[in-house]
């Protein structure tokens, strides 16, 4: 009897993850373990002390035994790797982990014996280029690990109308304006109208970027961050969002009435006319300038880019032109980690920095997965998506990788700022779950994988800034 080749391939993907998921594990605790200065505890090695009284002799002794758990894992994944029908890369790339982590494991018994800050730093590189090297194992190794689905053209949409959902919604609008005017009150149609403006200022996105600016505060000013420094930024950041959103919309109502889920939009559906939208969106944007530069010169300035960016290079230059729409277009989502670090500081810093560069390397992860999902409807409106221009498996890919980059970039927030272990455990349990619903998206490739794909980058984002938040201003 024969091995099944695709079983044991999705053994080896299951194992080369959880690999990297160890490996990232100790490079968040050898970040959070340098920056308590835990080794200072034990200047021994491999063998420590043992009155484990001391919690930073705990940290050391945990890194190291699960130092040799995750070697052992690592073996494990690589001989498993060897001996299966993965492409050649991807038994030639992990060589790099299987040689460096013997010589990782000797830098690390270096830094604890001697201090030596450099060391340090090298030994948390060398973590990382580990880590890089089982991720391409396994995105490589996943390629193949089942039958790519056959090339099929969408089936043919009977002919229509250009724009039925439109149509069909236009007139409803006029005719339910006809014949409920005189049963409809005042209250009621004040209500629709209000709900239709909201709707206009994309509520959805709020909560997220609203908590990326928090995070950026947090990280800023620690325990001392002040209320009213809070209130200003946060309303700043909802107004700016929603005239972002309104010029969106505005400048896409003619593409929103071709895709089925943007279809019944305001302005798709002229429930909100053009001129009316254009004005709101300007009061909006004023408004948000305004109560920025009561915060700060700097927090101004960065809240018109982000305003700027979204709504004319975003939408009008990168999203209809480009399949690199999603990588650049998160320029506009890391912007309010910044507006939230010199909200507090006024100037530029590192860690406000490194949490834009965590929210910029996250956005493709997240999105590609929509894209996956609303392929067909992207392609209707004609935006150059990247599964539209170059395929389901290629988007995929690229969702790994950027999983993998966010979660390294994720570390060197860590390594550069005071963060402890909540945020250390957060990364890493939220992490894992995120590249599991990944490997579930390449293995089944459904649309269903995709949005559960989605809604775990929406989750480990959301746990990482809530821990962020936490981390810095209650413990």
Known sequence: MTADPLSGRTRVTTLLAAAAIGVYLLIVIGATTALTHATRACSTWPACGTDLSDPRLLVTWGHRIAAILVGLLVLVAVIAAWRSTAPRRAKAVLVVPLV?????????????????????????????????????????????????????????????????????????????????????????????????YFRLMKPRLMWLLCLVAAAGMALAAGPALDASTVVSVLLGGVLAIGASGTFN?????????????TADRPLATDTVGVRNATAFGIILAVASLAVFYSVNLLAAAFGLCAILFYSVIYTVVLKPNTVQNTV????????????????????????????AGVIFLWTPAHFYNLALAYEDDYERGGFPMLPVVRGDRVTRKHILWYLAATLLGASVLTWVTSLGWLYAGVTVAFGALFLWAVLGLHRRQTEQAAFRAFHASNAYLGALLFAIVIDTILL
Request: proline share 9%; no cysteine; glycine share 14%.
């Open 100 to 196: 460096g982590y013997p010589v990782q494991i000797g830098i690390g018994g270096l830094a604890a014996t001697t201090g030596m800050g450099w060391i340090t730093n090298l030994h948390l590189v060398f973590g990382m280029a580990i880590f890089v090297g089982l991720v391409a194992a396994l995105a490589w190794t996943l390629e193949t690990a089942a039958e790519p689905a056959p090339p099929s053209d969408p089936e043919p949409v009977p002919p229509s109308d250009p724009d039925p959902v439109a149509t069909s919604a236009t007139a409803e609008s006029t005719t339910t304006e006809n014949t409920t005017r005189s049963t409809e009150g005042v209250l009621a149609r004040m209500r629709k109208t209000g709900a239709a």
């Open 249 to 261: 919309h505005v400048l896409e109502r003619d593409t929103d009435r071709r895709m089925n889920r």
């Open 328 to 355: 650049i277009g998160g320029i506009a989502g890391a912007l309010p980690a910044l507006i939230g670090w010199v909200g507090v500081t006024g100037t530029i810093g590192v860690p406000g920095l490194a949490l």
